[in-house]
């Protein structure tokens, strides 16, 4: 398994990058860590003429909190962003989820917003994204925009990122006071892709569980608190979420497996996520 | 060691897809060079073209951590790496671990090495160099690990033989955990 031939860029800035991205049309791939796309190379899942490495540019290489965000830029890995000593304070949630994503050596390379470009399904990075309610920013040639996590994933492997743009952060909100969250996932083996993952977030007004691994995009949904407590009848609104997921079987578990996940899990998320508010 | 110079000057023109590119990484403290076209591995540059056969390539797609070297310390997957991605960059492979010992320890395998002997941590020995090289790495960071944890790490390596159960043996006599083990057949000793 070897990749297909293509031509190999290191550029010195972004700008180079992007206007290489640009020139490249359709047959250019940007890469940073690789640990989805080096993959897809090696299968021939993908074919680029042009290969525009990411990974070395330290403009790209930004980790910062600033007015109520974590952004996390193109070429900080999943180890990098683990190891921040105040990731659990900031984005707690980052904090119980990274450990999910592939493997201590895939995460030594993997890039966060590399997993957010890609846009697996069954990602733990997506789905962070979408339960925090956090954003990415896109930058082409001639303009920088932020689109909201809920707008950007359309499908598997799909976003609204156009072939001319690269991801050149992400951003997470920062965990306000009194909020809460929790995370689980059940995958084959540990480091698999998850076959459900479930994150869930609790503020003073209102419950909220994203689900990964059964739609074709991770998806939120919220319900008010009622006297600071889940709703009463939240068996019935986890039903009617899983049932609206629409899963499908697939070689790794049926769809009303998942959908008991989702019950199941998803309580247990929602239950955690109420009792460890900060 | 500081870098070297090509780590520091950024490629300005396109690599061309069929030419062949010079590529210099340290490996295990040694300056080398090799060729490699764009698209070439960078464990399939490890062995093939700069002879250091103790990397293994096992299911080339990142899953089974045969290939796991150390780029820059860290341990990373060699065929999810490009060569020319390598270039300017320290690269450490099995092998560099027991040229490590200098003066007249040199050539004796490490500490760790040796409890993998005693501990039957190998059998076959195809996914060894990975998973050495792992942990040398990561023992750095939690010299200590919890046998959950050190499970959790090992998930990123795929063993057929041992069932694992050897490897942790090793890892925990190694960092001081353990208590001590009949070398024949890695029963806990009676006390």
Known sequence: ?278 | MPPLKSAATPVASVLAADARHTVTVVLNGTPRTGQAHPRLLLSDFLRHELGAHGTRVGCEHGVCGACTVRIDGVAQRACLTLAVQADGRRIDTVEGLSQSNQGPTEGRMTALQEAFRRHHALQCGFCTAGILMSLSDYLGRNPKPTEEELRDMLSGHLCRCTGYAGIVRAVMDVTGQAAACDTRSGEAAHV
């Open chain 1, 1 to 278: 398994m070897k990749p297909a031939s293509f031509d190999y860029l290191r550029p010195a800035t972004v700008a180079d990058a992007l206007a290489a991205l640009a020139a490249g049309g359709d047959d250019a791939r940007v890469i940073a860590g690789g640990q989805s796309l080096m993959p897809m190379l090696n299968m021939r899942l993908v074919q680029p003429r042009l290969l525009i490495d990411l990974s070395r540019l330290e403009e790209l290489r930004t980790l910062k909190a600033d007015s109520g965000w974590l952004s996390v830029g193109a070429a900080v890995t999943q180890a990098e962003l683990l190891s921040r000593p105040t990731l659990r304070d900031e984005v707690p949630l980052l904090a119980a989820a990274l450990p999910w994503v592939g493997h201590f050596q895939t995460r030594n390379r993997g890039t966060v917003c590399g997993s957010v470009a890609h846009a697996d399904p069954s990602a733990e990075m997506p789905l962070c994204l979408v339960a925090t309610g956090g954003a990415v920013v896109l930058r082409n040639a001639k303009r920088r925009r932020t689109v909201a996590a809920a707008d950007f994933f359309v499908g598997p492997l799909t976003t609204v990122k156009a072939a001319d743009e690269i991801v050149e952060s992400v951003r997470f909100p920062l965990a306000a006071a009194g909020s809460g969250h929790a995370f689980r996932e059940v995958s084959m083996r540990h480091g698999d892709f998850a076959i459900t993952a479930c994150a869930a977030t609790v503020d003073g007004t209102q419950a909220s569980l994203a689900v990964g691994g059964v739609a074709d995009r991770p998806t939120l949904r919220s319900w008010p608190l009622v006297g600071g407590a889940l709703l009463s009848d939240l068996d019935a609104a986890l039903n009617a979420f899983a049932w609206d997921l629409g899963g499908d079987d697939d070689q790794h578990a049926t769809a009303r497996y998942r959908r008991d996940l989702v019950r199941r899990i998803g309580r247990t998320v929602l239950e955690e996520a109420l009792s460890c508010r900060r």
